[in-house]
């Protein structure tokens, strides 16, 4: 029990005077602060437990000036370790396209693929038809003036790597070529079936060092003004004739009506013709069992005449004059004198309704839902003095072509037919639609060009030459065949091997074409439409362009007439209204008849 009162340590005098000296701070219960350390070492104490000496201040000094020193030195920043090769570069920018694939770099091969080009999938605005198609111009002249500063016309083409160096030298002096030449199999092995991967920098340097003079001429100054020596432009001067060249400015065609009639009991029916404008520009329309009459100069409307216990199915005004010729619904053909607003005769023949009627001076022609085509002399008594039979279902269409006394007919048995002055059998028959044939236009700017359109099977327009003889074509139809068919464009079907020779063009419209009419003033045609877009659209020929397409009826737009200036159309819908369209400018008078007529006597 005392051994531990035994091994405890006795205090000493030297202890009590340490501990005097330095009492023992103790910390608050809370504080972090570590105790204050029982004894300090001081400097000499440190260095002595290291075992070293001393520092020498004056080899401080230096150890601190170098260090400033090598501090400055290093304020540069050094560069990385490249692997490659340094490369020696010029004042001069000239673009180093060997082994480029530029298809597949810049897509600059294809207009689809330029960048300068909108997607096709961007929606166009509506009412900005015209600030459209100055993007479009102002899109293909930079893409043309691109290609023309870095390619010149021609796009190179990389070159094989199996060439010899020899061939690729041959390659270079015979000039860029789109397509390499052509070699037999036994000179080159076999090519490889790896596509090549785009370089990541199109253009660089070449490497070539800047020439310390610039080579002078040998025959002396230069003095061609056009020369690019002296050009203060950045283009070429190829791309400066080319943008100062004169261009055609996009026509502006307004989207919006600027006039709208309502037709009241406007028959929604594919086979009918109820809207015909005349030269005396007066509107015919049939509603119901009465037919209106709309005057364009004084806007007055008119009542001409109600049928008894019958409807109304086709008018037609005589090219010059003021008849109108009404087809009935049980087949009798009327003949009206507009102005006295008189009832001048009234025709038999048909069984069944009139759906078609065509003036040829005083040779009117109806077709009818009997399948029958008579043509009748209005100066004779007799009914009809012709009677035509081809169609094995309803005539729905019926044009006079007056210069060459051809009549092209269309029928909903997808038959289109063209007659000669007044033969009894066709001289041409045509089954290429797959639809009723309603839509039918002559060409008022070549001869015997005939425009037809198909139904809702169908959906396209067609393009024929009447011109060809029965042994064949002639020189003179196959040049102007070939001519308009060698302009093709988007939606276009390619005539078969079995198509007949006097097929020019088919285009897929995609939707029912129900009305056809050229322009007058100009090489364009304009087509309505019904399932499903409902539009008119205004073609350029023979490239087949969209003008303007104009939408705003809710039906099928079934029928289509064009004032006597060519300058506006109208259109009616089964939506029970009739809108009236700016779509062609006057013809413009050109050459010394215009100084002409300024005199009303020849001196």
């Known amino acids: 029990?005392?051994?531990?009162?035994?091994?405890?340590?006795?205090?000493?005098?030297?202890?009590?005077?340490?501990?005097?000296?330095?009492?023992?701070?103790?910390?608050?219960?809370?504080?972090?602060?570590?105790?204050?350390?029982?004894?300090?070492?001081?400097?000499?104490?440190?260095?002595?437990?290291?075992?070293?000496?001393?520092?020498?201040?004056?080899?401080?000094?230096?150890?601190?000036?170098?260090?400033?020193?090598?501090?400055?030195?290093?304020?540069?920043?050094?560069?990385s370790p490249s692997r490659k090769r340094q490369r020696l570069y010029g004042d001069?920018?000239?673009?180093?396209r060997a082994g480029q694939d530029l298809q597949a770099s810049f897509s600059l091969l294809h207009d689809e693929g330029s960048p300068a080009t909108?997607?096709?999938?961007?929606?166009?605005?509506?009412?900005?038809?015209?600030?459209?198609?100055?993007?479009?111009?102002?899109?293909?002249?930079?893409?043309?003036?691109?290609?023309?500063?870095?390619?010149?016309g021609t796009v190179p083409q990389a070159l094989p790597q199996n060439l010899s160096p020899t061939d690729s030298a041959n390659l270079r002096n015979s000039g860029r070529s789109h397509t390499p030449p052509a070699r037999t199999t036994a000179s080159l092995p076999a090519p490889n079936l790896?596509?090549?991967?785009?370089?990541?920098?199109?253009f660089n340097y070449s490497g070539q060092p800047t020439p310390s003079r610039t080579p002078s001429s040998r025959h002396?100054?230069?003095?061609?003004?056009?020369?690019?020596?002296?050009?203060?432009?950045?283009?070429?001067?190829?791309?400066?004739?080319?943008?100062?060249?004169?261009q055609r400015t996009p026509r502006a065609v307004s989207k919006v009506p600027y006039k709208v009639l309502d037709a009241p009991d406007l028959a929604d029916d594919f086979y009918l013709n109820l809207v015909d404008w005349g030269s005396q520009n007066i509107l015919g329309v049939g509603l119901g069992s009465c037919v209106y009459m709309w005057n364009s100069n004084s806007g007055r409307v008119t009542k001409l005449c109600e049928l008894t216990d019958d409807s109304?199915?086709?008018?037609?005004?005589?090219?010059?004059?003021?008849?109108?010729?009404?087809?009935?619904?049980?087949?009798?053909?009327?003949?009206?004198?507009?102005?006295?607003?008189?009832?001048?005769?009234?025709?038999?023949?048909?069984?069944?309704?009139?759906?078609?009627?065509?003036?040829?001076?005083?040779?009117?022609?109806?077709?009818?839902?009997?399948?029958?085509?008579?043509?009748?002399?209005?100066?004779?008594?007799?009914?009809?003095?012709?009677?035509?039979?081809?169609?094995?279902?309803?005539?729905?269409?019926?044009?006079?072509?007056?210069?060459?006394?051809?009549?092209?007919?269309?029928?909903?048995?997808?038959?289109?037919?063209?007659?000669?002055?007044?033969?009894?059998?066709?001289?041409?028959?045509?089954?290429?639609?797959?639809?009723?044939?309603?839509a039918i236009a002559w060409s008022p700017h070549q001869r015997g060009l005939l425009a037809s359109g198909g139904g809702t099977a169908d959906r396209t327009i067609k393009f024929w030459n009447t011109l060809v003889s029965s042994n064949g074509p002639s020189a003179a139809s196959l040049a102007a065949a070939s001519s308009a068919a060698s302009a093709s464009g988007p939606g276009d079907i390619e005539p078969s091997l079995t198509a007949p020779a006097n097929l020019i063009r088919s285009l897929d419209t995609g939707s029912q074409v129900c009305n056809l009419a050229w322009s007058k003033n100009s090489n364009e045609i304009v087509s309505t439409h019904g399932y499903s877009q409902n539009q008119i659209i205004v073609w350029k020929y023979p490239s087949m362009q969209q003008v303007v397409s104009l939408t705003g009826h809710t039906y099928r737009v079934l029928y289509l007439a064009m004032s006597p200036d060519g300058q506006v159309i109208v259109t009616g819908a089964g939506d029970e209204t009739l809108r009236f369209w700016n779509c062609f400018k006057k013809k413009e008078k050109t050459g010394s008849l215009n100084t002409m007529d300024k005199w009303g006597v020849i001196r």
Not at 194 to 202: F, G, I, Q, V, Y
Request: net charge positive; proline share 7%.
């Open 92 to 96: 001069r920018f000239i673009p180093n």
């Open 1 to 79: 029990m005392a051994s531990d009162d035994t091994q405890a340590p006795v205090p000493t005098m030297e202890r009590f005077a340490e501990d005097a000296r330095t009492p023992t701070l103790i910390s608050p219960p809370e504080s972090k602060t570590p105790p204050t350390a029982t004894h300090k070492r001081n400097q000499a104490d440190f260095a002595q437990d290291r075992n070293s000496e001393p520092a020498d201040p004056s080899a401080l000094t230096r150890a601190l000036e170098q260090l400033e020193q090598a501090g400055r030195v290093r304020e540069r920043p050094i560069a």
């Open 118 to 152: 909108p997607s096709r999938s961007a929606k166009r605005t509506p009412h900005h038809e015209l600030h459209f198609q100055k993007t479009e111009e102002a899109n293909r002249t930079y893409s043309a003036v691109l290609r023309q500063e870095l390619f010149e």
């Open 312 to 438: 109304v199915t086709s008018v037609s005004w005589i090219q010059r004059g003021s008849h109108l010729a009404i087809g009935t619904n049980r087949g009798f053909v009327q003949i009206w004198d507009a102005g006295t607003q008189r009832r001048l005769r009234t025709m038999t023949g048909h069984t069944a309704r009139v759906g078609a009627l065509a003036w040829n001076e005083h040779i009117l022609t109806s077709g009818s839902r009997d399948r029958s085509i008579y043509h009748r002399d209005v100066r004779q008594p007799e009914q009809w003095l012709r009677k035509l039979v081809g169609h094995k279902q309803e005539v729905c269409g019926l044009k006079w072509n007056t210069e060459d006394m051809q009549l092209a007919s269309g029928g909903n048995d997808n038959k289109l037919m063209v007659w000669e002055k007044l033969n009894a059998e066709p001289t041409f028959k045509w089954s290429e639609h797959q639809a009723a044939v309603k």
């Open 220 to 246: 002396g100054i230069n003095l061609n003004a056009q020369s690019e020596l002296y050009s203060l432009s950045p283009i070429k001067f190829s791309s400066q004739r080319m943008l100062l060249s004169p």
């Open 194 to 202: 790896t596509p090549s991967t785009p370089h990541k920098n199109l």
